[in-house]
């Protein structure tokens, strides 16, 4: 069975705080993603990687930066957490190219005060 | 580039009714992969059904099907026979065909009634 992992369900962090969300997953897929999810506006690309070490910005990048030193394991940085990075944080996998699902992870509901 | 909406913020339907969700989409491609992924209440995002532009037959998994218009570039999902469980989020995405990112609607938010 697939599974995409995530390091947090809930997570509460201080304006300023640097914060890091881990991903992992067991499929062995070269691609991951992070996005965010906010109501109203669906789901937005932050980053993806299609390769270790490798990465490409998504449409939000701003604020954010990510880690991929191994295969299965993409991480998300918020360097210094502000108000406006609450959000619902989502990790995703997948096959490269071709019409390869996503699979998902459950999500961490961040809260930056 | 490419955008996906969903003109439906909310819908609602009784138990074991048919309901269709909108998506309509631009781009200038001619081949892509279009999807409609569900979310149910604090629970992980899953894949309900994909189609390949390429193929003019629609897609079909038990009751969800898609009505996939692709001059008019819409792509419906419709749920028949409705059920409780299928009370959920409910985001279209849309793929390029060289591409490896999805770009997501803002999703409809279905209620599936007694």
């Known amino acids: 069975d697939v599974k995409v992992t995530q390091s947090s369900r809930y997570l509460v962090k201080r304006t300023g705080e640097k914060v890091f969300l881990e991903c992992v997953q067991d499929m062995d897929h070269e691609n991951m993603f992070w996005y965010r999810q906010d109501p109203g506006l669906g789901l937005r690309l932050i980053y993806f990687s299609y390769d270790v070490k490798m990465k490409e910005k998504g449409d939000i990048p701003e604020g954010y930066s990510v880690s991929r030193e191994k295969k299965e394991r993409f991480s998300l940085i918020l360097e210094s957490a502000s108000t406006n990075q609450t959000s619902m944080y989502l990790c995703?996998?997948?096959?490269?190219?071709?019409?390869?699902?996503?699979?998902f992870g459950p999500g961490t509901r961040l809260t930056v005060t | 580039a490419q955008t996906v909406t969903q003109s439906q913020p909310e819908m609602s339907v009784q138990e074991a009714e048919t309901v269709t969700l909108s998506c309509t989409y631009d781009?200038?491609?001619?081949?892509?992969?279009l999807f409609w992924y569900k979310q149910p209440p604090s629970r992980q995002m899953i894949l309900v059904i994909r189609?390949?532009?390429?193929?003019?037959q629609n897609a079909t998994e038990n009751r969800f099907s898609v009505n996939f218009q692709k001059a008019a570039k819409s792509f419906s999902l419709k749920i028949s026979d409705s059920q409780l469980g299928d009370t959920a989020m409910y985001f279209c995405a849309f793929m390029g065909y060289n591409n490896n990112d999805m770009r997501f609607g803002a999703g409809t938010r279905l209620t599936v009634k007694p």
């Open positions: 781009t200038s491609e001619s081949n892509y992969y």
């Open positions: 189609q390949e532009a390429y193929k003019q």
């Open positions: 995703a996998s997948s096959m490269p190219l071709g019409a390869y699902e996503q699979y």
